[in-house]
């Protein structure tokens, strides 16, 4: 475009080359044309890349064949195999790059279903360099949806077999029962003459006198979701002799019969 006389030229985007221009000049009775020859010297222009990681994954639901990311990279004067794409922030391998898709490794597959670990979400970064220019970064993040896992019986209570009027005796519920996400609150069902009472976990057996007979007796651990596991124990209390205290009166050097 001419502006207060000049010529001005504005390249488009990214354009390199020659451009020729032809101009008219007139005094409004005559005109004269000319061309003039532009050289646009090439810049390299920097790369960009753009991260975009899925909405979420899903404890328990994932493999090594898992895609966490879409990578996308562009340059437009260099090309793509010329680019150094790379993962970053990614010490503990959990992802590695396939192509222009990110998916899980088996450290990264253990670490989503590793319930101590108990990841909510995880970062994806990479970076693209073409040599030249700063190196473009990017990152995005994804939710880790978890599972709630059951309780389960880790050390099982054997059956029982007492002596009437036993001495009281404890129960360590904690490590009968076991759950690896949550903590667990136990019940007990099933005694009647056997008193059980729980407090933090450990349950507190006591006899009731001179009681004797079997109980089967049901324990019962619950997550705060609801999930439940139960284990049955058999009670069984034996019978002891009761020796009771007598007396009698005797007639001194007099043979007496005394029943016992």
Request: net charge negative.
């Amino acid at each position: 475009e001419v502006v207060d006389g000049k010529l001005v030229f504005t390249p488009a985007e990214n354009f390199n080359g020659d451009a020729e221009i032809t101009y008219t000049v007139t005094d409004g009775q005559l005109t004269d044309e000319a061309k003039v020859t532009v050289t646009v010297n090439p810049v390299n222009d920097a790369p960009t890349i753009k991260v975009d990681a899925v909405e979420s994954i899903t404890e328990d639901a994932v493999s090594t064949d898992t895609v966490v990311a879409t990578l996308t990279v562009r340059d437009t004067d260099t090309s793509e195999d010329q680019l150094t794409v790379s993962l970053e922030n990614n010490s503990n391998g959990y992802f590695v790059l396939v192509g222009d898709e990110v998916k899980l490794t088996q450290a990264g597959v253990d670490a989503v279903n590793n319930d101590e670990l108990n990841l909510k979400d995880l970062t994806i970064s990479a970076s693209v360099s073409d040599g030249i220019n700063p190196t473009a970064n990017d990152s995005d993040s994804l939710i880790v949806n978890r599972v709630n896992d059951a309780p389960t019986v880790e050390n099982a209570i054997a059956d029982q077999v007492l002596s009437e009027d036993f001495a009281t005796y404890t129960i360590d519920l904690n490590e009968v029962f076991k759950d690896s996400d949550s903590s667990l609150e136990f019940s007990v069902s099933g005694n009647n003459s056997i008193q059980i009472s729980i407090v933090n976990g450990v349950a507190t057996i006591t006899p009731t006198a001179d009681w004797n007979g079997k109980e089967t007796i049901t324990f019962t651990a619950k997550d705060p979701s609801g999930e439940s596991v139960s284990q049955t124990v058999d009670f069984t209390v034996a019978p002891v002799v009761d020796i009771e205290a007598d007396s009698s009166n005797v007639v001194e050097d007099t043979p007496t019969i005394i029943n016992v």
